[in-house]
């Protein structure tokens, strides 16, 4: 009886709740006693937090330095299973600058904020690296800086980059007075390649010290993050310089020697003003009025929106007709020509002295008879009285021989 009253409590239910309660005691005294040692650690890089930097801007407009890290390695020692929750993300180290008046680097005391769950009682603090945080405060200061950049790219033939053009021009920028007062300029660099249009991209920049050498955005203030930056790009063209020759005389163009210096400029500016553009007229010479030499100096007339890239303002050009002759004939075949109706016309003027030129043999064969001095009197309308009217020459026989000059012939009108 006795036995089977064992067996039935060792096989019971109860027992087994029993003996499971008193098994997990025994282990956690186990463990307490024997596994959960006192154990130290070392935690190292944990951050610094600055406490009073805010009032610290708003009313002396100082700020800790940001060039410089600020971290403590921490040894602890505890129970195992407690120093193991801790680690650099949830301790808090705070050091007080409140207080601080004026710039400089100051050695501050730090306290130490362990985890809400840890009891501190239960931690203590072996040893402190460094023992107290050495703090630089410098004058917070904003400056104006200048943005510069260039073009690292390509730009298809016949089309040339002018300089990048920035919005805005300048970026504000605050800080430290130590780390900004390095900045020398804000610098841009725009990508692109086989470019021929002008093109404009939102880019981001970096500011550098004077010798080039980058200087981090960590820690400043700008006004803007990123700039505007436009690359102009205008058409490439040589445009060659000329003078006009109008046939006159006996003489046309192959027959003028002709020098214009410079011959060509190099012009740049809007494709579509500049696509058309395959010469500059200087001037036009009437080569019925062209005797002797032309040695004149021009300004070079640059159509509005293009820019000279030669840099040459002024053309000389020389001028002068070679292999052909001149004779002087007196003529007398005077004529006037669309008199109004009504009224009669008389020449005051009996003889001309004529100047022809052309070939040698074309000229030695023209004789005065062979010239007509036309008036036309149409321009006088119903007038009367005595004019001096422009006359046309006209030599029969011969197109390889034209006159020199400019004549007018008197004439009479009247009723």
């Known amino acids: 009886m006795l036995r089977e009253r064992i067996n039935r409590i060792f096989t019971s239910k109860t027992f087994y ?82 207080d601080i008046k004026t710039s400089g680097t100051y050695n501050r005391l730090f306290s130490v904020v362990l985890p809400s769950d840890i009891n501190t009682a239960d931690v203590y603090i ?24 260039v073009f690292d790219g390509s730009v298809r033939d016949g089309y040339m980059a002018e300089p990048l053009v920035f919005e805005p021009e300048f970026i504000t920028v605050g800080g430290s007075e130590d780390i900004v007062s390095l900045i020398d300029h804000a610098w841009v660099v725009m990508e692109r390649d086989d470019i021929a249009e002008t093109i404009t991209q939102s880019l981001g920049y970096v500011f550098v010290d004077e010798n080039g050498d980058e200087i981090p955005l960590e820690g400043l203030d700008v006004d803007s993050p990123k700039v505007t930056v436009t690359l102009p790009i205008v058409m490439v063209k040589d445009v060659e310089l000329t003078v006009r020759l109008v046939p006159g005389g006996g003489a046309t163009e192959k027959d003028v020697e002709l020098n214009i210096s410079p011959a060509i400029i190099t012009l740049s500016g809007d494709a579509a003003v500049l696509e058309g553009l395959n010469e500059i007229v200087l001037d036009i010479y009437d ?22 890239l ?93 006159a020199v000059g400019t004549y007018n012939v008197v004439v009479t009108l009247g009723t």
């Open 126 to 149: 072996l040893s402190r690296t460094p023992e107290y945080i050495t703090v630089e405060i410098d004058k917070y200061i904003t400056r104006s800086i200048a943005i510069e950049g």
């Open 17 to 98: 709740v029993v003996f499971s309660i008193i098994a997990a005691i025994l282990l956690w005294f186990y463990v307490s006693s024997v596994e959960n040692k006192d154990d130290d650690v070392t935690i190292s890089n944990i951050p610094v937090t600055f406490i009073g930097q805010e009032d610290l801007f708003t009313t002396r407009s100082l700020v800790v330095n940001d060039n410089r890290e600020y971290t403590v390695t921490l040894r602890l020692m505890g129970k195992r299973n407690t120093v193991s929750k801790l680690s650099k993300s949830n301790i808090a180290i705070n050091v007080d600058i409140s």
């Open 287 to 308: 080569l019925s009025v062209l005797t002797g030499r032309i040695s004149k100096t021009y300004n070079i007339p640059i159509p509005n929106g293009l820019t000279n």
């Open 310 to 402: 030669s840099g040459e303002t002024e053309a000389m050009v020389n001028a002068s007709i070679t292999g052909l002759y001149t004779k002087k004939l007196t003529v007398s075949n005077i004529k006037l020509a669309n008199v109004s109706s009504g009224y009669k016309a008389t020449a005051v003027t009996q003889v001309i002295e004529i100047t022809i030129r052309g070939p040698w043999d074309a000229v030695d064969s023209v004789k005065p008879s062979d010239i007509t001095v036309t008036a036309d009197l149409s321009d006088l309308g119903q007038t009367t009285g005595r004019y001096s009217v422009a006359a046309d020459i006209s030599i029969s026989g011969n197109k390889n021989v034209g």
